[in-house]
Nanobody, 122 residues
Framework: QVQLVESGGGLVQAGDSLRLSCVVS??????MGWFRQAPGKEREFVAA????????AYAASVKGRFTVSRDNTKNTVYLQMNSLKPEDTAVYYC?????????????????WGQGTQVTVSS
C-alpha cells in the first residue's frame, strides 16, 4: 500500500505564499498531481507533473502563480503557491498515479493523501 502525506497548509493573507509538500511512502515511479476541494464543490485539478519531473500541467486558474516540482531522491512533490487569493481556499490533496505521463483527471489517480487545509483571507 502506498501512503501520501501532505504538509504545509495554513492560514495566510491574500498575496502571501505557501509551499505544500507531499511525501510518498515508497520509492516508486509515479506521476503526481495536486487537487483541491472547497466546501460544497467538486474536487478540481490544480497541477500535475510526470514521473521524470520534466513535464507539468496547470489549471488555468493557477497558471503563473503556482509551480509544481518534485525531488525523486526524497520521494517528495511540492506545490509552490504564490500570490494567493481567497478563492484558493480549499483542502489540497496530493495524488499518485502508476502512469508515467502527467494526468489531470481525478479518476486516473490510484492513491490519495488525506489533504491539507489552505485558507486565504482577504
Amino acid at each position: 500500500q502506498v501512503q501520501l502525506v501532505e504538509s504545509g497548509g495554513g492560514l495566510v493573507q491574500a498575496g502571501d505564499s505557501l509551499r505544500l509538500s507531499c511525501v510518498v511512502s515508497r520509492r516508486t515511479r509515479f506521476s503526481m498531481g495536486w487537487f483541491r476541494q472547497a466546501p460544497g464543490k467538486e474536487r478540481e485539478f490544480v497541477a500535475a507533473i510526470n514521473t521524470p519531473g520534466d513535464d507539468t500541467a496547470y489549471a488555468a486558474s493557477v497558471k503563473g502563480r503556482f509551480t509544481v516540482s518534485r525531488d525523486n531522491t526524497k520521494n517528495t512533490v511540492y506545490l509552490q503557491m504564490n500570490s494567493l487569493k481567497p478563492e484558493d481556499t480549499a483542502v489540497y490533496y496530493c495524488a499518485a498515479s502508476a502512469a508515467i505521463m502527467k494526468i489531470t483527471t481525478v479518476r486516473d489517480y490510484d492513491f490519495w493523501g488525506q489533504g491539507t487545509q489552505v485558507t486565504v483571507s482577504s
